[in-house]
């Protein structure tokens, strides 16, 4: 029993951690919440510890002898300047606004 | 159009033919992935599949609800409410191609598109009594399709027989410069012919063990001992890191997942993430952890070593049979509400699907047969990679001698 309330205490760090890498905002009860789910599911997935895989290689991919092709470098048909804008929220000046990245000081 | 069992997001034109899964971009038509976060979008340009249908005469009648970005096995996950069942409304009709099923067996349509990444056609089609083909992974292009899980996402026809499965997926398997992964030598596989006087079809002791549903056994059952009346050789074969299966594709999944839902910035298009629904987070968490630095070796790397064995298995087992038979869900349909509380319950519904996905492996779901209580159960035949030609001639040669797929709900 005291070892479980340490466990969960470093998950929720971590969670929290995970959930800004990802840019998703939680609150307290999500954060909760998805630390008991998340918790269940990383449990379920030990399974995978059972099989040796020491001598086997990944799979990424499934295609065999995938091959890069190319294509001659000329311009084709593409969205045009305003129909790429179209969807944004905000833009300004033909430009796509973003979040300030690099602060003033 | 009448919309009792909310299979349809937006009517497009009454006088079409095909319904598009709401992941599927089409031009200048509201396309959501049924979250509130491509709520209002409009796609600029059309989904390769979709231009490859209206050029043959197949215009948009609709797009269709699914589990928000396709995640999901019972349509609950929709931003916009769950589908119902046309067998029964208070019964989920599968995920995540909740709308493209319900909508077919409706006859809401005269067939439907929809994705396999997982199990997401195959399930559908199976609770609902409609015949499914989830393609050889690179054998449809996946051009304006919304991405889920690059390596194994899976465009996918749904309709009410094998016959139209067949004559959709004719003009929709092409090359397409746009999805790099069409490109292959194999692809004339396709046009073979079926020459074997006896085929042997395989039924995986790992499939049928006993956590399976005794109605589906049975019913699966019979549906072999009738293909074996009929010419063909059952016997029993092993995949012995099947069980692996679901904690593998949820790591390697999810990471994939994580990657593509990461361009949803509200920048370019969309709102911002805060509209992100319950399960599109949790599968962003969990891709996220799988993936970082520190904890990749031991889930997703791992995962990925395990895939190769769950290739391997199937590999094998095609040396000595021509294709596997197997059920589709563990379990008969279940009800709305019935699993949406228990993410990991819901995610075992894809116990055997989710193997044939991993390893890229074409399956056609066909209906076989209904529990006491009148719902639908089907059951998949799965193939070497590039076998759709003899999917179609077992699956053709299957409904010549049975009707289940004729049966139509009261609606």
Known sequence: ?105 | MKNRLNAVLKVVDPRGSVGHKDVYLTCGVETTAASKVLEGYLPQYSATLVLDLEKAGYKTKAKLNLDAWAHGASGENSAFGPTKNPWNPIYSPGGSSSGSAAAVASKLVEFATGTDTGGSIRLPASFTNTTALKPTYGALSRYGIIAMASSTDCPSIIARDVAKLKQIYKILAHQDPQDPNTHSQKRSELNKTVNKKKLSIGLPKEYFTQGLDKEVKGIVKNAANLLEKNGFKINEISLPHTKYGIAVYYLIMTTEVASNLARYDGIRYGNDRSHFGLEAKRRILLGTFASQAGYAARYYHKAANLRTLIIKDFKKAFKDIDLILAPVSPTPPFKLGERSKDPLKMYLSDLLTVNASLAGLPGLALPCGFTKDNLPVGMQIIGPRWSEYLLFSVGNKYQKITDWHERSPRL
């Open chain 1, 1 to 105: 029993m005291t070892d479980k309330p340490a466990k969960i205490k470093a998950t929720k760090n971590k969670l929290e951690q995970i959930a800004h890498l990802a840019r998703i905002k939680l609150s307290d009860s999500e954060l909760a919440n998805y630390l008991f789910e998340v918790q269940e599911i990383l449990e379920y997935f030990k399974i995978i510890e059972e099989v040796d895989t020491l001598n086997v290689s990944p799979t990424y991919q499934v295609i065999d002898n995938l091959q890069n092709f190319t294509r001659e470098d000329e311009v084709g048909t593409c969205l045009t300047q305003k129909q790429a804008l179209s969807q944004a929220i905000k833009t300004y000046q033909g430009y796509f606004l973003v979040e300030g990245v690099l602060s003033e000081e």
